[in-house]
C-alpha cells in the first residue's frame, strides 16, 4: 500500500515554473530525432543484441543466454505537476514502463536527479526521490544507485532494467496483418497537463491525471506470455499516432485506428476544443503527419488528441483476433478497466489511417 505523504509547506512553490516543458512533452520532435538518429551512423552492433534502436523501440534487449534476456531502458524529464512527490512518481512509473512494454519484469532502477540547487529546496528535491522510491517498491525493485548532478532546470528519472525470456521479446516491429490493436489507458494527459500549466485544471481533472500517469504498465509480462499476442508498444511522447505509425512501420503495415472506440480521459475532448493543446502535439504533427491519414468528417480535436504526448501511457497491443478476448481479460485483472479495441492492421504500405 501506498505510504501516506507529509503535508509539504513549501507546496505553493510551482515546480512547473523551473522548466520550459515537462513530462513526455519534453521529448525532441520526431522528425529532428529522426534526422539526429540518421546522422550518427551505426554502431557495434553484437549478436546478442535482440533490440536496438532500428525500430525506435521502447527499450534494448540484449540475449544472456537461452533462459533470459536482459531489458534495458531510461527515461527522465522535466516536471509535469508542481507537486514534488508526484512529479517524482510519475517519472519512475514512465520510466519502468518500457520494460514491461517489452514483455520484460523489472529487476532494478537508477535515478537519474538533475536539480537546480540553489533554487529548490533540499525537501522538495527528497520529495521527489521519494516518489520515485515509492513507484519503485510498487514494481517490487530496488533503486539501486544512480548519479547527480547540478542543473539549470529540474530533471528526473530512471534507467530501469528488467528480464525476459528470449522468445517473449514483444518488439514494436512483430504485428501481422490481420491484427486487433487494443490500448491500454485512456488518451489525454497533455491536455490534462496544459491545462495544470494555464491553471484551468479542476481538482477532478488533477485526479484523473495522477491517476493515470502513476498506474504501472503491469499487464505487460502477461500479455508477452498470450499465444497470439505479437507486438506491444506503450503510448508516450509521440501521441497514440507517433507510436502506432512506429509499429506500422516497423512491421511494413498499415496501421487503421476507429476513433470512436479510441478510450478518452474525462472532459479532455472539450478541453482539447477550448485550446488546451500542447506543443508538443503541433511538434508530432509537423513530425510525421504526412504519413497519416484523417478520415473526413471526424471530430476536429481528433488531430490534436491523436498527436497528444501521454505521460506513461497506456500500452498498445497488437493480437491476433482470437486472442482478443484474453488480453483484455489481463487488462481487467490488473485494473485496466478503460481497455479497448481501437483498431486493426491491415496489409499495405506502411502508415497510419485513422477512420470515423
Not at 246 to 274: F, K, N, Q, S
Request: with cysteine; glycine share 14%.
Amino acid at each position: 500500500m501506498q505510504q501516506q505523504r507529509p503535508m509539504n509547506p513549501l507546496a505553493p512553490m510551482r515546480l512547473t515554473s523551473f522548466s520550459h516543458g515537462g513530462g513526455c512533452g519534453c521529448k525532441i520532435a520526431p522528425g529532428v530525432l529522426s534526422e539526429i538518429l540518421r546522422s550518427s551512423g551505426a554502431g557495434l552492433i553484437p549478436p546478442a543484441l535482440m533490440v536496438g534502436i532500428e525500430t525506435a523501440d521502447d527499450a534494448a534487449v540484449y540475449r544472456l543466454n537461452d533462459e533470459q534476456a536482459l531489458v534495458a531502458t531510461t527515461d527522465f524529464f522535466m516536471p509535469i505537476v508542481d507537486d514534488p512527490y508526484e512529479f517524482g512518481r510519475i517519472a519512475a512509473t514512465n520510466a519502468i514502463s518500457d520494460v514491461y512494454a517489452m514483455g520484460g519484469r523489472p529487476i532494478l532502477a537508477l535515478a537519474l536527479v538533475a536539480m537546480p540547487v540553489n533554487q529548490l529546496p533540499v525537501e522538495v528535491i527528497g520529495d521527489i526521490v521519494r516518489g520515485g522510491q515509492d513507484v519503485c517498491r510498487a514494481a517490487g525493485i530496488p533503486i539501486a544507485g544512480g548519479h547527480t548532478i547540478d542543473s539549470v532546470e529540474p530533471i528526473y528519472g530512471l534507467v530501469a532494467l528488467g528480464l525476459v525470456h528470449p522468445d517473449r521479446v514483444r518488439r514494436n516491429a512483430d504485428a501481422r496483418p490481420g491484427d486487433v490493436l487494443v490500448l491500454g489507458k485512456p488518451l489525454g494527459v497533455g491536455v490534462l497537463s496544459a491545462a495544470l500549466k494555464k491553471e484551468k485544471l479542476p481538482e477532478s481533472g488533477y485526479r484523473q491525471l495522477i491517476a493515470n500517469t502513476t498506474k504501472l504498465n503491469t499487464p505487460g509480462p502477461k500479455l508477452a506470455a498470450l499465444e497470439g499476442v505479437h507486438a506491444i508498444t506503450d503510448v508516450t511522447g509521440f501521441g497514440l499516432a507517433g507510436h502506432g505509425l512506429e509499429l506500422a512501420r516497423g512491421a511494413g503495415l498499415r496501421v487503421v485506428i476507429e476513433w470512436p472506440r479510441v478510450p478518452l480521459l474525462e472532459g479532455v475532448a472539450a478541453m482539447a476544443a477550448d485550446g488546451f493543446v500542447t506543443g508538443a502535439s503541433g511538434r508530432n504533427w509537423a513530425g510525421y503527419g504526412a504519413s497519416v491519414s484523417l478520415s473526413a468528417g471526424l471530430p476536429d480535436v481528433t488531430q490534436a488528441l491523436m498527436t497528444d504526448p501521454q505521460t506513461a501511457g497506456g500500452l498498445l497491443v497488437s493480437c491476433a483476433p482470437e486472442a482478443v478476448d484474453a488480453v483484455l481479460g489481463v487488462f481487467r485483472e490488473e485494473g485496466f478497466e478503460s481497455a479497448a479495441v481501437i483498431g486493426r492492421c491491415e496489409a499495405g504500405p506502411a502508415g497510419l489511417v485513422v477512420e470515423g
